[in-house]
């Protein structure tokens, strides 16, 4: 990852940490494309690294995802969001660690390796001075 990238995603992942909740995310996409991977807070406030599966298809990098938290010592587990499934795997309270492991894991999910630029946006909670935005529900008639 770029250095100023990674720079960009600890803060925004060290805001999470000091204003989140676990209704904030934080998507981070690789530039012109379209692999990306999600930022969450779980229940006790430590830092997700989520996989959104992409679609019926797509174990191959589920499958990848898997094997990435197992060579990394990290826990995972399965989620619903609705018709969706998202793998998350929890990463710990220091958010440059978060940051190496989304580096590493963009490159055993994705292949994406060396200096490139990711793309973040958050939703959930407005943070001063921030990126993030809160997700507003339309009014009720």
């Known amino acids: 990852m770029h250095p100023i990238s990674f720079d960009e995603l600890v803060e925004k992942l060290t ?3 000091e204003f989140g ?3 904030m995310m934080l998507f981070v996409t690789v530039r012109t494309t379209s692999d990306g991977l999600l930022a969450g ?3 006790g406030r430590a830092l997700e690294l989520q996989y959104p599966r992409a679609g019926i298809f797509d174990f191959v990098r589920v ?7 197992r060579r990394k010592g990290l826990s ?8 969706e499934r998202v793998y998350a795997a929890d ?5 440059a660690r978060a940051a190496n492991l989304f580096d590493s894991c963009f490159g055993s999910i994705f292949g ?6 990711v793309r973040l946006h958050g939703i959930g909670l407005l943070v001063p001075g921030s990126s993030f935005r ?4 339309p009014p009720l008639n």
């Open 76 to 83: 995972w587990q399965k989620y619903r969001w609705g018709r």
């Open 112 to 117: 994406h390796y060396g200096p490139f630029a």
């Open 21 to 23: 909740n676990s209704t």
């Open 15 to 17: 805001q999470m940490r």
């Open 91 to 95: 990463v710990g309270y220091d958010p």
């Open 63 to 69: 499958l990848r995802f898997v094997r990435f938290c």
């Open 134 to 137: 809160r997700a507003a529900l």
């Open 41 to 43: 807070l779980n229940e």
